[in-house]
């Protein structure tokens, strides 16, 4: 039996990427990648405060695939590689965290 694979997507924007047309693009083009991939966003969080060590991530988002390897797939893949430049324009970090 398969198991489902949770991902947790966690990072903080450039100043003005959350505005910049890269943003919409890299959105755009990421949710139809993970979407392809059997990706359900199940929540979205934006991050007010933290109150552990480090610097505070600006967003959370909670990603189900059907299997590790999907999840693997739809960010290891041509068309998500593609898309790292717009990425790395729009986010000072992200990380990708399978669960």
């Given at each position: 039996?398969?198991?489902?694979?949770?991902?947790?997507?966690?990072?903080?924007?450039?100043?003005?990427?959350?505005?910049?047309?890269?943003f919409?693009?890299?959105?755009?083009?990421?949710?139809?990648?993970?979407?392809?991939?059997?990706?359900?966003?199940?929540?979205?969080?934006?991050?007010?405060?933290?109150?552990?060590?480090?610097?505070?991530?600006?967003?959370?988002?909670?990603?189900?695939?059907?299997?590790?390897?999907?999840?693997?797939?739809?960010?290891?893949?041509?068309?998500?590689?593609?898309?790292?430049?717009?990425?790395?324009?729009v986010?000072?970090?992200?990380?990708?965290?399978?669960?």
């Amino acid at each position: 039996m398969t198991q489902t694979c949770t991902v947790i997507l966690e990072g903080s924007f450039h100043i003005g990427g959350k505005s910049s047309p890269e943003f919409e693009e890299y959105s755009r083009r990421s949710n139809a990648n993970g979407e392809a991939h059997g990706g359900v966003v199940l929540s979205h969080y934006l991050i007010s405060e933290n109150l552990g060590q480090g610097e505070k991530p600006e967003f959370i988002l909670v990603i189900q695939y059907p299997t590790r390897e999907n999840a693997k797939q739809a960010f290891t893949c041509d068309e998500y590689n593609q898309i790292i430049p717009l990425r790395n324009k729009v986010f000072k970090e992200v990380k990708i965290l399978l669960v």
